[in-house]
C-alpha cells in the first residue's frame, strides 16, 4: 500500500478528533452543569477557553512545525491532547474542566496547522487526481464529525456519563499517532525557518487574553470595577506592542502585500462577522433547545444534524455559484440566508417544533456552505510562499470571532434576562426573552456582513493573482478535495 494514504489516514482521523471533541460538547454542557454544579458564565468559560487558547496558537503552531518539523509537532500535539482529554474526563470541578480545556486548546494549534501542510507536502509531486481524492476523505472525516457530534453529545450525557466524551479520544489519538509514525516520511532536503518569531507570537497571544478577560470580568463584576480596567489596560497595551513589533520586525505575521490586499483583509473581516454571529447563537440554541423547550440531550444533538447536512451538501452549489457570479456574491447570499435562518429563531422562540428546528438548522447550514469559497479567494490574492501564513490568520479569525461572539451573546442574553426578572417574568421567561434578544442581535450583525462582504471581496483587477492548486484553503473551503482558487476551475 502506498504509505501517502497512512499520512491522510493520520491527519484523517487527529482532525476529526479535535474536530469531535468541541461538537459533542455543545450537547452535553447542561448535563456537566448540573453534575459539577456550575454558573452559566462557568460554562460560558468552558468553551472560550478551548477557543482563545487554540486561536492564540495556531500561529506558534505553524510556525513550530516549519522550524522543526511537521512531524514531530503532530506528535507532539497528539500527545498533550490525549493527556488533557484524560484530565478533563477525570475533572473534579468546573475550575479543573476549564484548566483541561486550555490545554486541549493549546493541543489543537500544534495539530491543526499540521495537517493540511502535510497533506500539501505529502501530494505535491502527484498528479491532481490522487490529491484530491486525499483531501477529500480528509474533507468528509471532518464534516463527519460535525455531523455526528451533537447526537453523540447527546447520547452519552443522557444514557452513560458526560466524562466519556473525553475519554473517546483517547484511542483515537493512539491510532492517528501510530499511523504517522508509520506513514509521514520528511524530506531533508526541504528548509526550515531559523526562528519561529515568539516575540510577535506573544504579544497577540497577550492581546487577545486581555481582551478575553476583559469582556468575561465586564459579565462578572459590571463594566466599572477595578479588574476591568486592569485587564482592559493590558490588552490594550500590548495590542499596540503587537502593531509596533509588526512595523519593525523583517517577518511580520502579517506581512505588507497581505494589509494592502483588499480581498484578503476583506475576507478576514468578513469571517470573522460570520463566525461572531454563528456561534453565539449556536452555543445558546443548544441550552434553548434542551431547557426552555425541554428536548432531550439526544433530540437536542440530531437538530444540529441538519445543520451539518445541508453545509456538506450545500457545498458543491456554493463552488457552482462562486464560479457563476463571483465569491462576493456567494458569500454575501451565503451571510444573508444565515441572518434569516437565526432570525426566524429569534421570531419563533418557544413556539417553534421540532421539524420547524430542523429546518431552521437546515437553512442556516446551506448558508454556511455558500460562503465556503470565501477563503479560497483570500488566499488567491497571496504569493503562494505565503499561504501557510495567510491560511492560520483566517484561522485565527475565525476561532478568535467564535470566541466573542459566544461571550458578547452571552452578555447580551443575561443583560436582557436580568432586566425581564426585574419586570416581573419567571426565570425561564426571562432566559427566553434573553436569548430571542441575543438571537435577534446576531442576525442584524450577520446581515450587516453581508453587505459588507459584497462590497469588499468584490474583484479588483490589482488585486488578481493566479496561485497553486497544490495548496488547498481550509477543510471545509475546498469541496471535494479542490481547491477553489485554482485558476483551471477544473
Known amino acids: 500500500m502506498d504509505k501517502r494514504w497512512f499520512v491522510v489516514a493520520a491527519v484523517g482521523s487527529a482532525t476529526f478528533v479535535t474536530s469531535l471533541d468541541t461538537a459533542v460538547l455543545n450537547t452535553a454542557l ?32 505553524g510556525r513550530m512545525a516549519d522550524r522543526f518539523g511537521r512531524k514531530r509537532i503532530l506528535l507532539c500535539g497528539l500527545l498533550l491532547f490525549g493527556c488533557s482529554s484524560v484530565f478533563a474526563a477525570s475533572a473534579w470541578s468546573s475550575g479543573s474542566l476549564i484548566t483541561a480545556r486550555i490545554l486541549q486548546g493549546a493541543s489543537a494549534a500544534l495539530i491543526s496547522p499540521t495537517c493540511l501542510a502535510l497533506i500539501g507536502a505529502t501530494f505535491k509531486s502527484v498528479e491532481r487526481k490522487k490529491r484530491d481524492i486525499a483531501v477529500g476523505v480528509w474533507l468528509s472525516l471532518a464534516a463527519t464529525a ?35 509514525v508509520a506513514g509521514v516520511c520528511e524530506r531533508s532536503d526541504v528548509p526550515r525557518r531559523k526562528t519561529v518569531g515568539l516575540g510577535g507570537i506573544a504579544l497577540a497571544a497577550c492581546a487577545i487574553l486581555g481582551t478575553v478577560v476583559t469582556l468575561l470580568l465586564v459579565q462578572d463584576r459590571g463594566p466599572g470595577s477595578p479588574p476591568v480596567f486592569v485587564s482592559a489596560t493590558f490588552a490594550i497595551i500590548t495590542a499596540l506592542a503587537f502593531v509596533l513589533h509588526e512595523r519593525r520586525t523583517d517577518d511580520p505575521l502579517i506581512n505588507e502585500e497581505m494589509r494592502r490586499s483588499r480581498t484578503f483583509m476583506g475576507g478576514l473581516t468578513v469571517c470573522f462577522i460570520a463566525h461572531f454571529s454563528l456561534m453565539g447563537a449556536y452555543f445558546y440554541s443548544a441550552i434553548f433547545i434542551q431547557q426552555a423547550l425541554g428536548y432531550s440531550p439526544t433530540r437536542a444533538g440530531l437538530i444540529f444534524v441538519a445543520f451539518s447536512l445541508l453545509m456538506l451538501l450545500g457545498v458543491p452549489v456554493a463552488t457552482r455559484v462562486c464560479a457563476a457570479h463571483g465569491t462576493h456574491v456567494s458569500t454575501a447570499a451565503g451571510l444573508l440566508t ?11 422562540g418557544t413556539g417553534i417544533n421540532y421539524l420547524e428546528l430542523n429546518a431552521v438548522f437546515g437553512l442556516i447550514g446551506a448558508g454556511y456552505a455558500l460562503m465556503t469559497t470565501m477563503s479560497g479567494s483570500a488566499l488567491a490574492v497571496v504569493p503562494e510562499s505565503g499561504y501557510g501564513t495567510a491560511s492560520g490568520l483566517l484561522d485565527t ?14 452578555t447580551i442574553l443575561m443583560a436582557e434576562e436580568k432586566s425581564s426578572l426585574a419586570g416581573g417574568a419567571t426565570t425561564g421567561e426571562a432566559f427566553v426573552s434573553g436569548y430571542r434578544t441575543a438571537l435577534t442581535a446576531a442576525a442584524i450583525t450577520m446581515a450587516a456582513g453581508a453587505a459588507i462582504g459584497s462590497i469588499l471581496l468584490t474583484p479588483r483587477t490589482d488585486d488578481r493573482r493566479s496561485s497553486s492548486p497544490a495548496h488547498p484553503a481550509h477543510p471545509l473551503d475546498t469541496p471535494g478535495g479542490r481547491s477553489d482558487h485554482d485558476p483551471s476551475g477544473k
Open 397 to 410: 479569525a475565525r476561532e478568535l470571532s467564535s470566541l466573542f461572539g459566544i461571550i458578547c451573546a452571552g
Open 338 to 348: 444565515m441572518a434569516i435562518g437565526i432570525g426566524l429563531s429569534a421570531a419563533a
Open 146 to 180: 460535525v455531523a455526528v457530534g451533537p447526537p453523540m453529545g447527546g447520547l452519552i450525557s443522557q444514557y452513560a456519563d458526560w466524562r466519556y466524551i473525553f475519554w473517546i479520544n483517547v484511542p483515537t489519538v493512539g491510532m492517528s499517532a501510530l499511523l504517522a
Open 30 to 61: 447542561p448535563s456537566i452543569r448540573a453534575d459539577l454544579c456550575m454558573s452559566l458564565t462557568d460554562m460560558e468559560r468552558i468553551g472560550a477557553s478551548f477557543l482563545v487558547t487554540y486561536a492564540s496558537l495556531i500561529p506558534a503552531g
